[in-house]
């Protein structure tokens, strides 16, 4: 497996990979992501901003998708809680990580989160900064997993709350 950086190329494949994530979640009773969001606009959004990144295999078939960034989170600005790092620090956050329902229990996940961790110590970054929905367990039990704390709740731009975790990395 390898991380990517998505092309304007990979839209169908993000697309169809947000739909299988979409129906996933609902079939688990979880309202996360069944308003809409994201749609193709945000996944043309995170390409531009050079945030997006396909997960791909050896035969370079599109397995999973993710947003990557160093770039500073406005919604982490206020937690009801405490980050585990104070200050100006530098982190990663992982948002919008999604697996084709061929590629479901594979290990993406533990792969994605493994790989950006590395690519952050190699900046020098002190953590990484992930949040998800209340109810999806599945991603809360993967964060515990991996060694990541819970810090708290934040609220995302609609209004809507989000656990907060971070690892640090130094």
Request: glycine content about 6%; proline content about 1%; aromatic content about 10%.
């Amino acid at each position: 497996m390898k991380l990517k950086l998505s092309t304007k190329q990979d839209i169908d494949a993000i697309m169809s990979i947000i739909k299988d994530a979409q129906n996933y979640l609902a079939n688990l009773g979880i309202d996360q992501w069944q308003d809409g969001y994201p749609n193709e606009e945000q996944i043309q959004l995170d390409i531009s901003n050079k945030d997006s990144y396909v997960i791909v295999d050896d035969m370079e078939r599109v397995m999973a998708t993710t947003v990557f960034t160093t770039k500073e989170e406005p919604t982490y600005q206020t937690i009801e809680g405490n980050w585990k790092t104070k200050g100006t620090v530098l982190y990663g956050v992982i948002h919008r990580l999604a697996v084709s329902d061929n590629f479901r229990s594979c290990g993406i996940a533990n792969f994605v989160f493994e790989e950006c961790e590395a690519r952050l110590k190699k900046m020098n970054a002190d953590s990484l900064r992930i949040d998800t929905h209340r109810q999806n367990k599945g991603m809360q039990y993967l964060m515990d997993k991996m060694g990541y704390a819970y810090c708290g709740i934040i609220y995302v731009t609609n209004g809507d709350e989000r656990l907060a975790y971070e690892k640090l990395l130094q």
